[in-house]
């Protein structure tokens, strides 16, 4: 029943990223303006309209992914949505770290910090995710892409954070929304980490140091060395 719960208020967090997209992204194509003025105190469409519509879609697919059932009896589906996600992601990822350092005025210096540290990070987490899968390392790949998932997260819980400061402060101050923000990035991924090591196997353990090795020697031939893991089925989470 609670993991039940847990699942349908994990959906729920989904309205906000689509949310964003219908009240961001839509008006952005309609607006048609992909002019790059490179101003430091004003965001282009176009990376905007990249990390809103990447984000929204990674964070649904991944949201989607994380059911067991899905896994287990959808496996060839799993495997393509979560290709998918990962692109999706990376991109995102990557329109966010550009609007980061162009357009470094928009925010203060602690999301700035914050932004600079996340925004690569969530990139490098589905890269070292895919390489996992490719290789076999089903375990591996799990823990990079809770991670991964746990940065991309305050996408859909943010404004529940925010909503109570709001509610009791009328107007949040700048600097507290600032801090708001990247303490969720923070604090996501701890929890994260907290989960992985409560649900890693003891024989994972003792492999750990190895499987990290595999996966580093990984990113220098990852389509010579990757393994067809096509029938294969993924463990659950």
């Given at each position: 029943?609670?993991?039940?719960?847990?699942?349908?208020?994990?959906?729920?967090?989904?309205?906000?990223?689509?949310?964003?997209?219908?009240?961001?992204?839509?008006?952005?194509?309609?607006?048609?303006?992909?002019?790059?003025?490179?101003?430091?105190?004003?965001?282009?469409?176009?990376?905007?309209?990249?990390?809103?519509?990447?984000?929204?879609?990674?964070y649904v697919l991944a949201t989607v992914q994380m059911l067991p059932k899905v896994r287990r009896?959808?496996?060839?589906?799993?495997?393509?949505?979560?290709?998918?996600?990962?692109?999706?992601?990376?991109?995102?990822?990557?329109?966010?770290?550009?609007?980061?350092?162009?357009?470094?005025?928009?925010?203060?210096?602690?999301?700035?910090?914050?932004?600079?540290?996340?925004?690569?990070l969530w990139a490098l987490c589905l890269v070292m995710g895919l390489i996992a899968a490719r290789?076999?390392?089903?375990?591996?790949?799990?823990?990079?892409?809770?991670?991964?998932?746990?940065?991309?997260?305050?996408?859909?819980?943010?404004v529940f954070m925010i909503l109570p400061f709001v509610i009791f402060l009328d107007e949040i101050?700048?600097?507290?929304?600032?801090?708001?923000?990247?303490?969720?990035?923070?604090?996501?991924?701890?929890?994260?980490?907290?989960?992985?090591?409560?649900?890693?196997?003891?024989?994972?353990?003792?492999?750990?140091?190895?499987?990290?090795?595999?996966?580093?020697?990984?990113?220098?031939?990852?389509?010579?060395?990757?393994?067809?893991?096509?029938?294969?089925?993924?463990?659950?989470?």
């Amino acid at each position: 029943m609670k993991r039940k719960l847990a699942y349908i208020a994990l959906f729920l967090t989904c309205v906000v990223p689509l949310f964003a997209w219908a009240y961001t992204g839509i008006p952005l194509m309609l607006e048609w303006d992909w002019a790059m003025a490179l101003a430091p105190d004003e965001v282009d469409n176009l990376p905007l309209l990249f990390h809103v519509l990447g984000a929204s879609a990674y964070y649904v697919l991944a949201t989607v992914q994380m059911l067991p059932k899905v896994r287990r009896s959808h496996p060839a589906w799993h495997r393509r949505a979560g290709r998918f996600a990962i692109g999706a992601g990376i991109f995102s990822a990557i329109a966010c770290t550009w609007i980061t350092f162009v357009h470094s005025d928009v925010q203060g210096s602690i999301l700035y910090y914050g932004r600079v540290i996340f925004g690569p990070l969530w990139a490098l987490c589905l890269v070292m995710g895919l390489i996992a899968a490719r290789r076999g390392l089903y375990q591996v790949h799990r823990e990079w892409m809770i991670r991964a998932f746990a940065i991309a997260m305050p996408a859909g819980t943010l404004v529940f954070m925010i909503l109570p400061f709001v509610i009791f402060l009328d107007e949040i101050p700048v600097v507290l929304d600032e801090i708001i923000q990247s303490g969720a990035w923070v604090l996501h991924l701890g929890i994260a980490e907290l989960l992985i090591r409560r649900t890693r196997s003891p024989k994972h353990n003792r492999t750990k140091e190895s499987t990290n090795n595999e996966i580093q020697a990984g990113m220098g031939g990852l389509a010579r060395n990757g393994r067809h893991v096509d029938g294969m089925r993924v463990p659950e989470l």
